[in-house]
Nanobody, 123 residues
Framework: QVQLVESAGGSVQAGGSLRRSCAAS????????MGWFRQAPGKKREEVAR???????RYADSVKGRFTISKDNTKDTLYLQMNSLKPEDTAMYYC?????????????????RGQGTQVTVSS
């Protein structure tokens, strides 16, 4: 069983930066693909970024150039560095993971997810 524990949420003014972390445990084969998604009140869930094994990361157009996803395999931790934050980035952010066979799904459909933490960006 995979467990994903996210760092505490945060608040920042527009233009600021935050870093999310997600500590993972459990079988690595169930963490072959990992990523982040978010959901704001009244809006659909949105895939933010993903990385498959140690391959090239992929980003939503809305965050490309501002967010960076990375993994530290020595610490079993996934990160999301968020720069140039905008009020529209305000949402609950979740990390998620799944095995190789399920990597084709949307991240918010992955079998394993963290508890979610709030990110608030004020204008």
């Amino acid at each position: 069983q995979v467990q994903l524990v996210e760092s505490a949420g945060g608040s920042v003014q527009a233009g600021g930066s935050l870093r999310r972390s997600c500590a993972a445990s459990g079988p690595t084969y169930n963490r072959y693909c990992m990523g982040w998604f978010r959901q704001a009140p009244g809006k659909k869930r949105e895939e933010v970024a993903r990385v498959v094994n140690d391959g090239a990361p992929r980003y939503a157009d809305s965050v490309k150039g501002r967010f960076t996803i990375s993994k530290d395999n020595t610490k079993d931790t996934l990160y999301l560095q968020m720069n140039s934050l905008k009020p529209e980035d305000t949402a609950m952010y979740y990390c998620a993971a799944d095995a190789a066979g399920d990597c084709g799904r949307w991240i918010y459909e992955f079998n394993y997810r963290g508890q979610g933490t709030q990110v608030t960006v004020s204008s």
